[in-house]
T-cell receptor, first 115, second 114 residues
């Protein structure tokens, strides 16, 4: 079964600093990878996804992620964060088996941007 | 509708009671998913519906949990004889179908069992 490990449960940073949220997945087959963001008291919103092609994926709000197959990683980065980026971020990997398709999520990383 | 609608947004119930949670997906979306979000545990897959195919129920934690999807649209998640460990946020998502991973999530139902 697929699994996702988000190495940091909480990441505090100062406004305008760069940030990297780490994600590793376990899979021996081709996968699709995703980052979702959840603002307080809201549902999840897709930030970006990797399906194929270029390993550097750009998403909304200035975020980007790089797929690294050899390291089975899909880390999320932003060069300069804003207070409004404070949220919880979830990495997810596709799990396609027996006609069923679903996403398997990590436990999330809480990003807190301080002034 | 424009988004995925879930109701109620909050539900407090007594231990041992049954509850029903509703999800109204985006019109035309053939795939529907239920996830459970517990504090510090991320999102736990519960069940997946795709069109008229048999649902993938592999994530349901016990036989107290069941779900149905009527007419390929609205879905209801039912928890019988609720326990305190069932307290969580239950999230519903929909997508256009196979190969579309752009899930749209609802805002969830926060279930508290007292």
């Amino acid at each position: 079964a697929q699994s996702v490990t988000q190495l940091d449960s909480q990441v505090p940073v100062f406004e305008e600093a760069p940030v990297e949220l780490r994600c590793n997945y376990s899979s021996s087959v081709s996968v699709y990878l995703f980052w979702y963001v959840q603002y307080p008291n809201q549902g999840l919103q897709l930030l970006l996804k990797y399906l194929s092609g270029s390993t550097l994926v750009k998403g909304i709000n200035g975020f980007e992620a790089e797929f690294n197959k050899s390291q089975t990683s899909f880390h999320l980065r932003k060069p300069s964060v804003h207070i409004s980026d404070t949220a919880e971020y979830f990495c997810a990997v596709s799990d396609i088996r027996g006609g069923s398709e679903k996403l398997v999520f990590g436990k999330g990383t809480k990003l807190t941007v301080n002034p | 509708g424009a988004g995925v609608s879930q109701s109620p947004s909050n539900k407090v119930t007594e231990k041992g009671k049954d509850v029903e949670l509703r999800c109204d997906p985006i019109s035309g979306h053939t795939a529907l998913y239920w996830y459970r979000q517990s504090l510090g545990q991320g999102l736990e897959f519960l069940i997946y519906f795709q069109g008229n195919s048999a649902p993938d129920k592999s994530g349901l934690p016990s036989d107290r949990f069941s779900a149905e999807r009527t007419g390929g649209s609205v879905s209801t998640l039912t928890i019988q004889r609720t326990q305190q460990e069932d307290s969580a946020v239950y999230l519903c998502a929909s997508s256009r179908g196979r190969g579309d991973y752009g899930y749209t999530f609802g805002s969830g139902t926060r279930l508290t069992v007292v």
